[in-house]
């Protein structure tokens, strides 16, 4: 499996239910384009953030207090295999396919921040069951 991670900013002056409505409607535009290449898509977007590990009055563990952090998005791509991956970026490649995708993307986010990962998942096979 291909994983790409992305790393999602709105644009200045965008709040950011703005941002979650453009971001929710330009994701289907990408899926019109390449869905059938994606065998999961998830976009995570932020509600809080912490960070900044302190020690606690109890020794040596670390505790975490809120901090600014600018992105608003991290959305996460999967792919079964290198030939759907590499489709994939053929489409986004093209000028005319490509263009109307990222043209869809200056009204509400920050390209210049735009960070994307590719990543090699690892399981640990402990997931929780509810209840």
């Known amino acids: 499996m291909i994983k790409i991670i992305w790393l999602l900013k709105r644009k ?24 059938h290449l994606i065998s999961r898509y998830k976009r995570n977007y932020k509600i809080e953030t912490q960070g900044g590990g ?20 991290i959305s996460e791509v999967c792919f079964a295999t290198e030939e759907a991956y590499a489709e994939n970026s053929r489409i986004f490649a093209d000028p005319a396919l490509g263009k109307r995708f990222y043209d869809d993307e200056e ?6 921040a735009v960070l994307m990962f590719r990543c090699e998942e690892v399981d640990t096979g402990t997931q929780r069951k509810a209840g």
């Open 12 to 35: 200045a002056g965008t709040t950011p239910e703005q941002f979650r409505e453009r971001y929710e409607r330009h994701a289907r535009l990408g899926q019109e384009l390449a869905g």
């Open 54 to 73: 302190t020690p606690t009055t109890h020794g040596s563990a670390s505790s975490f207090g809120p901090i600014e952090w600018a992105y608003d998005c």
């Open 107 to 112: 009204d509400f986010l920050d390209r210049n």
